[in-house]
Every structure is written in C-alpha cells, then in structure tokens.
C-alpha cells in the first residue's frame, strides 16, 4: 500500500502566516507539517509516498523531486478543483491500497499505527466531539459510520474525520470506480474525497472508524488553528 497526500491546495484561509509557501510547509518545532507526516508514514514501513501537488509545485519539486520514497503528481486545475479531482489524478497508484491524508493535518504517529493494524477494508480517523460547521462530521452506528459530510446538523454528529483514513485493496477495487465515475461522467471536481466515501456507504460498503480518544490532530486551516497546533506540539515534546 501506498500513503496519498493532499497537497495541491492553496491554502488562502492562512495566506497571512504561509505567505508565498504551501501550508504544509509550515513548521512544527524543526519540521514542516508534511515532514512529520512523512516521517511518520517512513516509521511506520510504509516506502512509497504520492503527494499530490499543485500550488507552489515548484518548491515541493526542488524539495522532494530525489526523494526515492517520494512520488509527486500534479493537479494543474489545483485552483478550481477540490479533493476528489486530487484523488483522480494519483489513480493510478492507489489500486493496490492506500493511506489517504491532507498535507495540512498534524497527528500522533499512534494513530497512524492503530490504523493501519485495524484489520477492515475502509477505517477513518475520528476525533468524538461538538462539532462546528466548517469540519468534516460523521455520524456512526456502533463501530460505523453512517454518514459523512459537512452538511449534517453539528448537533447531530458523533464527530469529525480528520483526514486520516485506510483503504485497503479489496476496497480500492471499488472505490477507484466511484472515483472515475464522478469526475469523468458526474464532472464533480468540485466534490470532497468523502463523498465517495459516503457513495461507498449508500451501496451497503461498510465503512469503519478508530476513535482517536485525547491524543493529538489538527487540522491547519486559520492562523488560530495553526497557533493551537503550535501549543500541542510543544505540550506533546514535554510529555
């Protein structure tokens, strides 16, 4: 199996603090953001990485371009696509598996690990919580989700995914499908990667969850979170 990262956005929510550089190239203590996620995923074993690129794909070229564990894949339509489009384009090596993860979201290696140990086919990520409008809400029934989008009532959500998940091959199987048919046939380069995911759970695919109970993600859209992000980072270095 192969990690898949979300890159290629601009990331104009924070453009104040990235100024002309990728949001994942913000740093956490010494490293960038997607240099954690990458170490994380070298730790884990995993050696083949696809990042998908779009915005400032030069300085991820001038970075990674000799990387042998690194495969770079670009998205030239990165400003007006969304996820799915991303997804679309780095096809081609998700079909035996894969890790699915946005560039500009800080997590402990531990979940990385617990997920890729669960033993289903389809495992999200999932922080419990009160949720708000902006993030990416499931609602669950026993150990799986029912419902996943941004749209759902924040009150009526277990919690948020946060863009860290598994798809195993047998999945990918029929995931890669939905994928093609919605950008090639349904035009959605617009949709979020979890659409397909909820398309999965209409046609009865089960789709499976880890609680990540108190340990540490984030994801990095405003300066706020990238501030809150710094906090953690520095109370999980003490620990």
Same mark, same amino acid.
């Given at each position: 199996?192969?990690?898949?990262?979300?890159?290629?956005?601009?990331?104009?929510?924070?453009?104040?603090?990235?100024?002309?550089?990728?949001?994942?190239?913000?740093?956490?203590?010494?490293?960038?953001?997607?240099?954690?996620?990458?170490?994380?995923?070298?730790?884990?074993?995993?050696?083949?990485?696809?990042?998908?690129?779009?915005?400032?794909?030069? @300085?991820?070229?001038?970075?990674?371009?000799?990387?042998?564990?690194?495969?770079?894949?670009?998205?030239?339509?990165?400003?007006?696509?969304?996820?799915?489009?991303?997804?679309?384009?780095?096809?081609?090596?998700?079909?035996?598996?894969?890790?699915?993860?946005?560039?500009?979201?800080?997590?402990?290696?531990?979940?990385?690990?617990?997920?890729?140990?669960?033993?289903?086919?389809?495992?999200?990520?999932?922080?419990?919580?009160?949720?708000?409008?902006?993030?990416?809400?499931?609602?669950?029934?026993?150990?799986?989700?029912?419902?996943?989008?941004?749209?759902?009532?924040?009150?009526?959500?277990?919690?948020?995914?946060?863009?860290?998940?598994?798809?195993?091959?047998?999945?990918?199987?029929?995931?890669?499908?939905?994928?093609?048919?919605?950008?090639?046939?349904?035009?959605?380069?617009?949709?979020?990667?979890?659409?397909? @995911?909820?398309?999965?759970?209409?046609?009865?695919?089960?789709?499976?969850?880890?609680?990540?109970?108190?340990?540490?993600?984030?994801?990095?859209?405003?300066?706020?979170?990238?501030?809150?992000?710094?906090? @953690?980072?520095?109370?999980?270095?003490?620990?």
């Amino acid at each position: 199996m192969v990690a898949l990262i979300m890159a290629a956005g601009k990331g104009s929510r924070i453009s104040s603090i990235t100024k002309s550089e990728p949001k994942s190239f913000l740093k956490l203590g010494d490293k960038t953001l997607i240099d954690h996620q990458i170490e994380a995923l070298l730790n884990c074993g995993i050696r083949k990485i696809v990042i998908v690129i779009g915005y400032c794909s030069q @300085l991820f070229k001038s970075k990674y371009s000799n990387n042998p564990n690194i495969e770079l894949v670009i998205n030239p339509f990165y400003e007006n696509s969304n996820v799915l489009a991303s997804v679309w384009f780095a096809k081609q090596y998700l079909f035996d598996g894969f890790y699915f993860m946005h560039a500009d979201t800080f997590f402990e290696e531990t979940i990385l690990k617990e997920i890729i140990k669960n033993e289903h086919n389809i495992v999200l990520a999932v922080k419990k919580k009160l949720s708000v409008e902006e993030e990416m809400k499931v609602q669950v029934n026993k150990n799986k989700i029912t419902m996943i989008n941004k749209t759902m009532d924040c009150n009526l959500a277990y919690g948020e995914f946060i863009g860290l998940a598994k798809i195993t091959e047998q999945a990918a199987q029929s995931l890669i499908p939905v994928v093609e048919h919605k950008i090639e046939y349904e035009k959605a380069i617009n949709d979020y990667f979890e659409s397909v @995911l909820q398309e999965m759970i209409n046609i009865n695919v089960e789709v499976d969850y880890i609680d990540i109970g108190n340990r540490m993600a984030i994801e990095i859209d405003f300066p706020e979170d990238y501030q809150e992000a710094k906090m @953690l980072y520095k109370k999980m270095e003490k620990e």
